[in-house]
């Protein structure tokens, strides 16, 4: 069976190593400061590796669910990185939400090696990845993808190969654009209603009625109103990611227009010390900066 090495077992990694190891896949794995998923994946018989080119010598496949595009470069290059510890045909795949010229880089590298590198981005939250129920959004060598079809199978219900190298990344950043701008929408449209005097169920009933219903609305509704967070995640990541969508605009020379108000909303939550609150409490976030002097 094929072995695999996995680096970046935060919750997320750490779903993920837990649903391969339940399908019987030997595993490498490499963490950062949090061992908790670590010991976990140890614990059941996983190998902890020294840096990411052991990871990289000891696997078919390696695997990388990381934050930002900064951490994977530090992870793949270097005297210790993954690229270093490549032999000819081994697949590497970024399920991370990175930037897609640095994906593409990344991969040039990779191929240099005699070896592919896929972008896969996710959807869905970690007790979907605990599953194998996630949305992976697959791109790159499409020879590569096939080979490693199987795999994302065991980890996702809903699996896609979009394009060449990139692609995946480019729709995530799409994608959480768009989310997070509605997001932050309906975060303030909350806000207005208790500035208004109007009773958030209401406001939502009627919203719901109506083409603006979405499963994100409902998210933020079950934290205005039952204070109750379904969607966990950060204010500091959603920060991040429509930064990047507005960096690949920019890189596109075509800046983005829409993704400045949501991105000022979220910065403003980091500033005031709320960043590793999750995207639904975003309500509180308006409903101060709306409050009545």
Do not use: W
């Not at 009627?206 to 979405?214: D, H, N």
């Not at 966990?232 to 993704?259: C, H, Q, R, W």
């Amino acid at each position: 069976m094929t072995h695999i090495g996995f680096i970046g077992l935060g919750l997320m990694g750490g779903a993920m190593v837990a649903r391969l190891q339940d399908k019987g896949y030997d595993l490498t794995v490499l963490g950062n400061r949090d061992r908790t998923e670590l010991d976990k994946a140890i614990a059941r018989g996983a190998t902890e590796a020294e840096n990411a080119r052991a990871v990289a010598q000891s696997a078919d496949v390696i695997m990388l669910c990381m934050g930002t595009s900064e951490h994977v470069e530090a992870r793949m290059r270097g005297a210790e990185g993954v690229i270093e510890g490549l032999s000819p045909g081994k697949v590497v795949i970024d399920f991370g939400t990175s930037l897609p010229g640095s994906t593409k880089e990344l991969a040039s590298e990779v191929a240099a090696r005699e070896c592919q590198y896929l972008d896969a981005p996710l959807g869905r939250t970690p007790s979907h990845g605990r599953e194998g129920l996630l949305n992976i959004m697959g791109a790159g060598d499409k020879a590569a993808f096939d080979k490693v079809r199987p795999i994302f199978d065991d980890l996702g219900e809903n699996v896609f190969h979009l394009g060449p190298v990139g692609t995946g990344h480019t729709i995530k950043l799409i994608n959480n654009f768009f989310a997070m701008t509605t997001a932050s929408a309906m975060a303030e449209a909350f806000a207005m209603a208790d500035r208004a005097n109007v009773d958030r169920q209401s406001l939502f009933e009627v919203m719901a009625a109506g083409p603006l219903k979405s499963g994100m609305m409902e998210f933020i509704r079950n934290y205005a109103v039952d204070g109750q967070v379904d969607l966990l995640f950060s204010v500091e990541n959603a920060a991040k990611d429509v930064g990047y969508y507005t960096l690949m605009s920019e890189d596109l020379n075509a800046p983005s227009i829409m993704s400045q108000c949501a991105l000022s909303a979220l910065e403003s939550a980091k500033t005031r010390g709320d960043g590793r609150k999750m995207v639904p409490e975003m309500v509180d976030v308006f409903a101060s900066l709306l409050q009545k002097n």
